[in-house]
T-cell receptor, first 111, second 116 residues
Framework: AQSVSQHNHHVILSEAASLELGCNYS??????LFWYVQYPGQHLQLLLK??????LVKGIKGFEAEFIKSKFSFNLRKPSVQWSDTAEYFC?????????FGTGTRLQVFP | NAGVTQTPKFRVLKTGQSMTLLCAQD?????MYWYRQDPGMGLRLIHY???????AKGEVPDGYNVSRLKKQNFLLGLESAAPSQTSVYFC???????????????FGPGTRLTVT
């Protein structure tokens, strides 16, 4: 069965630092991958998604992710984080009729 | 469009009480989902529906029931609440994923449930 793993459970950064959050998926065939963000007290919102084509996907708020098939990875990156990026980030993969989410990474950004 | 709405936003129950959470979407989505979110556990799928009149079990279905009598509504029921069901519950909806590039789950604002 499909699964995703996020090994960074809690990341603490200072503003302007670069960010990379790891996401690995289990399935070796065609995959469709997502990153969602949940700001404190809010619901999940889509950051970006990959279906096919260019493996470097650009999303909202300056985020991007790179699909590397050989590494089964879809890591989320941002060159310079802001305090407002403090949130929980979830990687997800499409399973049969549903999304399968990772356990999430909590990001705290300090001024 | 309101998107995905959930009722109520907060609720406190005593052990053994029952309640129903309502999810409504106005995007004409075929698919609807109920998740629970607990610290360190991420989002876990409780039940989902691929169309009006259909339901299916997710990862953690025990203790919950669901119904999808109308396409726009998806109800989550707790027949006899237990403290282990204290959680934040999120509803989501999506297009049928036959059109892959359209597939995206849209989430509601959540219901914070405490069972004492």
């Amino acid at each position: 069965a499909q699964s995703v793993s996020q090994h960074n459970h809690h990341v603490i950064l200072s503003e302007a630092a670069s960010l990379e959050l790891g996401c690995n998926y289990s399935y070796g065939g065609t995959v469709n991958l997502f990153w969602y963000v949940q700001y404190p007290g809010q619901h999940l919102q889509l950051l970006l998604k990959y279906f096919s084509g260019d493996p470097l996907v650009k999303g909202i708020k300056g985020f991007e992710a790179e699909f590397i098939k050989s590494k089964f990875s879809f890591n989320l990156r941002k060159p310079s984080v802001q305090w407002s990026d403090t949130a929980e980030y979830f990687c997800a993969v499409i399973g049969t009729d549903k999304l399968i989410f990772g356990t999430g990474t909590r990001l705290q950004v300090f001024p | 469009n309101a998107g995905v709405t959930q009722t109520p936003k907060f609720r406190v129950l005593k052990t053994g009480q029952s309640m129903t959470l309502l999810c409504a979407q106005d995007m004409n989505h075929e698919y609807m989902y109920w998740y629970r979110q607990d610290p360190g556990m991420g989002l876990r799928l409780i039940h989902y529906s691929v169309g009006e009149g259909t339901t299916a079990k997710g990862e953690v279905p025990d203790g919950y029931n669901v119904s999808r009598l109308k396409k726009q509504n998806f109800l989550l029921g707790l027949e006899s609440a237990a403290p282990s069901q204290t959680s934040v519950y999120f509803c989501a909806s999506s297009y049928r994923p036959w059109r892959e590039d359209l597939y995206e789950q849209y989430f509601g604002p959540g219901t914070r449930l405490t069972v004492t």
